[in-house]
């Protein structure tokens, strides 16, 4: 088809109003897999839109390509827990399997198209690579370039068909449980369920698709209605785990199944189920003992769009008492003490009394699921586990702010949230639940600051995403020019259990300014990484050594709030979480990423990665934002890079003090959190950058790889090398040639006798 | 003050100046610059004042610490993003200040009357110097050291030879008398300008022809006496009075002038100035403005320090010029401006700008000085270094009243791209600040295309959509654009009409 008919045929389809030119974008992009300037020319030929607001916009948004990419999309996750688990070592081992330059982006033959993202947000999988869809998780500089080659030979071949939809569970008969959520789905748990599904085609008992359990580090996870789970388990353990659990529906199943546990016995036979709540074991109550689940209530045991089941559970009785009382919902959230979970802790209540007293109709609601901050996947996890939760909670914040009509902002980078919150959507309105409020999905294009409020405005009007000073705030002026209401994923998800158990409950837990609970993505080096639940007033320490299992390596620091947040030093760990004590720590509350760094995390290093990303996702507007963190970040490249001079740390303090003073929105605001919080609280690592030295040990520039007299001279290393710097001399002491050593980490991981040094 | 004024127009309306540079009447506030930064009682914060809205009881500072360094922050943040030179490096070098470029351009488009005002609004001997002068300025053109510096001293030559008569306009009489003892080449330049000004100018000279060295020490085959004489008749015909083959005293002249400039050269006669400092070089006086020890003289040129090469005392001369009107009329003469440059060893600068120049390498004369032909083909290698704008550009005037450093923030630069497309304005993105003032006009003006910001964040540009070049872009908006944009970014090409600064 024509680039004309496909534009006039997406035009009939989405609308060609302004606020359709990102969604009218996407679909062009989704058809050529770039944007082809013919198509754009013709949209501005066709609509009301500028030629100069549509080269503005498409060229705004990360998601949009330009230039045609090549057969196969690879795409590099480099978020905070992917980035300190070496996602620079494993693009570039991909870049060399490859045979790419640094700026190149697609393979000479046009194979593949390597792109960076700022994170998929499957943060305890990482590092991860995403190939076409198919996610590839925990790689290292090794293992990386086999895994991308199965995973083309993969999509060369034809896909085996999917099977089969979660099979409703009969009441009395036992139930495998399983969760399928995007990071779930990288760790192959769809795999699983499929066999699962067609292991249980003739047996009683359900499987069933359930809400996310937060167990990250375990998945994929099957647990039975009992509370018995399988962990880590395989396609290829699911007949074993049937034949356990589910009794046969008929006579002839009856005696294949004898047959097959004689065949059981005779093959490797399944580790037993470990019960969940079994005080013998201290993995799952460590983990789960200081969590307290409200947002993520029913977390691994609800269906995620099972809608009779939320009802059962007391799902909307919560909407019912707003709706009989619409008047006193500010009051309930008010003294329920609920504040902003966004990052910034605004009292909920005010925005909402704010946008109910303001003058000026229409009204609108938003959800703000643009969850940017690449090291946190909270947002997408509600969203694709609760999804009953979070419109739940929309539709009562509608209610008692008098509005009709809402838009769900979810960023483009989360298919599956944005797939299933569609899904509830029509299923409530099928049901008649939502009322008269109306409720649409706008997906973002991959831009972190349109998760600031205003930003995020202008990106629903269709417009670049570029933040304006506030006031007015969006409850005076919001989408167009209206009195508007803007609420993160998980406030939303909060509201109808403070409405149910009402708001004294929820003010009791947590501390006095700080009620209720926070949802966390924990990930970077602790034992367990997951998504967790702690009361508020839980202290980081609790958090890293309990639920997440302590810290191979030394517990370093642990970084909260992302970009915009701090370094929390080990010595502060008694910090609890707190607004006002994360922020007097140097750091915010932030949306919940909390990613823990161990001894080999170089904070010079994270510095530099959260400024990179910062300026990467500056939207360009204001002067001190725009090139005041590119001049942070150059400064932080001299440091890691061994050129820093004498002065640059005052510069770069002072510089970051005048850009948080002085830029327009919360990003710049916030974007030198990150350096002042690490030359606060480790000053003396950034001297010794300036001394040309890495205490870490991480930044490349500066460290070099040596072979200690433990070699055995087995060659091991010399084999992974991928650039042939170590000779192969069998039973001698080997030896790295500096000039050709990429850091890549490789030998020493390959090396069994631990004689490679990094120093 | 009505709802919704902001602090902005507020503080113009009593009079308190607050600088902008994305700020565009009449339409919303942009809010990108942030040099309109002020700080409101109560908060460590700065915020631009073109976007907050005053509220009662608000207590706002246009000049605390922050607010300064804030401002200046944010302009040497622009800085660092702003490449460009203001003066083109020969032009500064140059100790006279001839506006080269603009020379440059007026020769290679064969306007011979602009080019000789334009020289002699700098250096009243052209055909002179043109002849005799070392050309410090080709010593730092940024073609040198590529395909040779353009012939600058010859092009200056060309202008002279061509306009042996013209002379500037005279102000009319002021009624203030200067006397000027010597009539070399400082001597000369000084009464030049102030004669200029609308001064009765008396030049004495002990010689019986004007010239002092340049008639001396030059032999007459590099310098003819008649090229000498025709520029010196020049002078003469604008008024200055010439009494030579007579020595005057200081007290004699000082008798019969408001001011008295001595520029009596190396060898003075010591006791014909009584009362003057003397230091172990020549006559003790301020450095540029030439003021000695007594009130009302001034000294310039070789009588200060010896050795001076001709261009050097015409320069000098100029300046005590300055002075003198100074110190006679109470006003300030401009100084020369805060000044950026572009780093010497930058080879990406001078690349982008051969789209400005011809391609050919440096002519030699066929005879002693260019033809015409030669002097346009010579004049049209000139990559044009100096700013269009740079008299009326905001950023510089800015930088200059904040005392912004150019060099505080180093690090990578936009893209330079200059784009000649457009029939009447030029757009170099080496010196666009990304304020959006010709994004908002173009669109104001509902253009077709239109210009549109491209990218985002450090990379952000402004450009085209679809790559579309200027002369495509900018069908209505063009010259509202160039002259609204704040920076030389965009401008009027030359022979463009008003607002032109080439």
Redesign the interface.
């Known amino acids: 088809m024509s680039a004309v008919a496909e534009v006039d045929r997406l035009l009939g389809e989405i609308g060609d109003r302004p606020e359709n030119l990102i969604a009218l974008l996407q679909g062009i992009q989704e058809t050529y897999r770039y944007l082809p ?1 013919e198509a ?2 013709h949209l ?1 030929l066709r609509t009301s839109i ?7 916009v498409a ?2 948004y990360a998601q949009f390509r330009r230039k045609p990419v090549g057969r196969h999309l690879v795409k590099v996750c480099h978020g905070t827990a992917c980035h300190v688990k070496g996602a620079g070592v494993v693009e570039d081992s991909l870049r060399r399997h490859l045979r790419m330059d640094a700026d190149e982006d697609t393979t000479a033959d046009g194979l593949v198209t390597l792109e960076q993202v700022a994170c998929v947000g499957c943060c305890s999988l990482a590092p991860v690579v995403v190939v076409e869809g198919e996610t590839l998780s925990h790689l290292d500089s090794s293992t990386a370039p086999g895994a991308l080659d199965e995973s083309l030979s993969r999509l060369a071949r034809p896909r085996a068909k999917r099977i089969g939809r979660t099979r409703p569970s009969g009441s009395s008969s036992a139930e495998l449980r399983i969760a399928t959520d995007s990071c779930c789905a990288a760790c192959g748990a769809v795999e699983v369920r499929d066999a699962l599904l067609q292991a249980a085609a003739d047996r009683a008992g359900a499987v069933k698709t359930v809400s996310c359990t937060g167990l990250c580090h375990l998945m994929p996870m099957v647990e039975t209605d009992r509370g018995e789970r399988y962990t880590r388990v395989r396609p290829e353990d699911a007949e074993k785990i049937v034949r356990r659990h589910l009794a046969p529906q008929s006579l002839g199943g009856f005696l294949r199944s004898i047959g097959s546990s004689v065949l059981d016995r005779l093959s490797e036979p399944l580790p037993p189920p470990v019960a969940p709540a079994d005080p013998r074991d201290p993995v799952l109550c460590e983990f789960l003992g200081p969590q307290m689940r409200l947002a993520m209530e029913d977390g691994g045991r609800s269906s995620p769009f099972a809608l009779d089941g939320y009802l059962a559970s007391g799902g909307f009785e919560a909407l019912e008492k707003a709706r009989a009382n619409p008047e006193k919902v500010v009051g309930w959230i008010k003294e329920a003490g609920l504040r902003g979970r966004g990052g910034a802790g605004f009292p909920t209540w005010r925005k909402w009394e704010a946008v109910a007293d303001a003058p000026g109709r229409p009204k609108y609601l938003i959800l703000n699921g643009d969850e940017g901050d690449p090291g946190a996947f909270m947002d997408r996890m509600l969203l694709e586990s609760f999804p009953f939760r979070v419109l739940e909670g929309m539709a009562i914040a509608a209610c008692a702010m008098g509005i009709e009509e809402g838009v769900l902002y979810v960023r483009a980078e989360y298919p599956q949230a944005v797939a299933g919150i569609r899904k509830a959507i029509s299923m409530l309105e099928e049901r008649g639940l939502l009322g008269s409020l109306a409720l649409r999905v706008v997906q973002g294009a991959g ?1 972190f600051v349109c998760g600031e409020e205003t930003a995020l405005i202008a990106s629903v009007e269709g417009q ?1 995403g570029t933040p ?2 506030k ?2 705030y969006p409850s005076e002026q919001g989408l167009w020019g209206c009195p508007t209401c803007v609420n993160n994923v998980e406030t939303y998800a909060l509201v109808p259990w403070i409405v149910r158990h009402g708001p004294q409950a929820f003010a009791q837990i947590g501390m006095e300014r700080s009620k209720g609970t926070k949802v966390f993505a924990l990930a970077g080096s602790v034992r367990r990484g997951g998504l967790i639940e702690v009361p508020m007033g839980t202290t980081l320490r609790q958090i890293v050594d309990e639920v997440g299992g302590g810290v191979e390596g030394g517990f370093k620091a642990v970084l909260v709030g992302g970009p915009s947040g701090g370094c929390v030093p080990a010595s502060l760990a008694d910090t609890p979480v707190d607004y006002e004590s994360l922020q007097a720590a140097g750091a915010i509350m932030g949306s919940g990423g909390l990613v823990v760094l161990d001894n080999r995390s170089c904070v010079v290093d994270v510095a530099r990665y959260f400024m990179g990303f910062t ?10 934002c ?6 942070m970040l ?1 400064i932080l490249n001299r440091l890691c890079e061994g050129e820093g001079k004498a002065g640059d740390l005052d510069e770069l303090e002072s ?1 970051a003090e ?1 850009v948080a ?2 830029s ?1 929105c919360g990003l710049g ?1 916030t974007a030198p959190n990150p350096v002042l919080s690490t030359l606060r609280h480790f000053r003396s690592e950034y001297e010794a950058h300036l001394e040309g030295r890495c205490p870490s040990g991480r930044c490349t520039k500066l460290i070099r790889y040596r072979v200690t007299d433990a070699c055995i001279g087995c060659t091991l290393c010399a084999q992974a090398c991928p650039v042939d710097a170590i000779p192969m001399t069998p039973l001698v002491v080997h030896s790295i040639d500096d000039a050709l050593c990429v850091r890549c980490d490789v030998c020493r991981s390959a090396c069994p006798e631990e004689a490679i040094v990094v120093e | 003050m009505p709802a919704g004024t902001t602090v902005l127009e507020a503080a113009k309306s009593i009079g308190i100046e607050i600088p902008t540079l994305c700020w565009l009447p009449k339409e919303k ?1 942009w ?5 309109c ?1 002020v700080q409101v009682e109560g908060s ?5 004042s073109c ?3 005053v509220q009662e009881g608000m207590s706002v500072s246009t000049d605390s610490p ?1 607010v300064l ?2 401002r200046k ?2 302009l040497e ?2 800085l ?2 702003h490449v460009g030179d203001c003066i083109a490096p020969c032009e500064t070098v140059c100790p006279a200040h001839l506006d080269i470029p603009a020379m440059n351009l007026a020769i290679f488009e064969d306007r011979l009357d602009a080019a000789a005002a334009i020289v002699k609004d700098a250096i009243p001997l052209p055909a002179t110097l043109g002849r005799i002068c070392p050309a410090p300025c080709e010593g730092r053109c940024r073609r040198k050291g590529q395909d040779g510096s353009v012939s600058v001293c010859l092009l200056k030559r060309y202008v002279g030879d061509e306009r042996p008569e013209y002379a500037p306009a005279v102000a009319p009489p002021n009624g203030k008398r200067v006397a000027v003892v010597g009539a070399g080449p400082a001597g000369l330049s000084v009464a030049y300008f102030l004669r200029r000004r609308g001064y009765a100018v008396v030049v004495f000279d002990g010689k019986e022809q004007a010239g002092g060295a340049l008639r001396d020490s030059i032999p007459p085959e590099r310098l003819p006496q008649e090229v000498l004489d025709a520029e010196i008749a020049a002078i003469a015909g604008m008024g200055v009075e010439f009494q030579l083959g007579r020595e005057v005293r200081l007290e004699e002249a000082r008798r019969n002038a408001d001011a008295v400039v001595l520029a009596t050269g190396p060898a003075q006669q010591r006791e014909a100035m009584v009362g003057i400092d003397f230091g172990d070089r020549g006559i003790k006086a301020k450095k540029g403005t030439g003021e000695t020890n007594l009130p009302g003289v001034f000294a310039t040129g070789a009588s200060v320090a010896p050795g001076k090469i001709s261009i050097r005392s015409i320069g000098d001369g100029h300046a005590v010029a300055d002075s003198v009107h100074e110190y006679l009329s109470g006003e300030k003469v401009r100084r020369p401006a805060w000044t950026l440059e572009v780093d010497r060893n930058s080879t990406d600068f001078p690349a982008s700008r051969r789209v400005f120049a011809s391609e050919e390498a440096r002519h030699e004369p066929s005879g002693g000085g260019f033809s015409r032909a030669e002097a346009i083909a010579e004049a049209a290698r000139c990559l044009r270094c100096g700013c269009a704008k740079a008299d009326v550009c905001v950023l510089r005037d800015l930088s200059g009243k904040y005392g912004a450093e150019p060099a505080r ?4 630069g936009p893209e330079l791209r200059n784009d000649v497309s457009h029939g009447e304005v030029v757009f170099e993105s080496g010196k666009c ?2 304020c959006g003032i010709c ?1 908002r006009i ?2 104001r003006h ?15 540009a402004v450009g085209g ?3 579309e070049p200027l002369a495509n872009a900018l069908k209505v908006a063009a010259r509202e654009c160039a002259l609204a944009c704040p920076t030389g970014a965009l401008y009027l090409k030359a022979g463009a009409g008003e607002g032109s600064a080439e």
Do not use: M, N, W
């Not at chain 1, 500028?50 to 503005?56: D, H």
């Not at chain 2, 253009?447 to 952000?460: H, K, M």
């Open positions: 300037d754009l020319r501005a500028t030629a100069a607001e549509i080269e503005g060229s705004f831009a670049r304006r000073l006031p007015p300026q990467t996702e500056s939207c360009g507007k204001c002067t001190l725009r090139i005041g963190t590119r001049r150059e510089l005048s003073a002085g327009i605001q | 506030p809010a990108s610059c942030l040099v930064a460590r914060r700065t915020v631009p976007a907050t809205v922050a360094r804030q922050v944010a943040l622009l660092s993003d923030y180093k690090g990578a600040i990304r994004v173009a669109a509902h253009e077709a295309l239109g210009l549109a910001f491209v990218g985002r964040g450090f990379g952000t959509p679809f790559g």
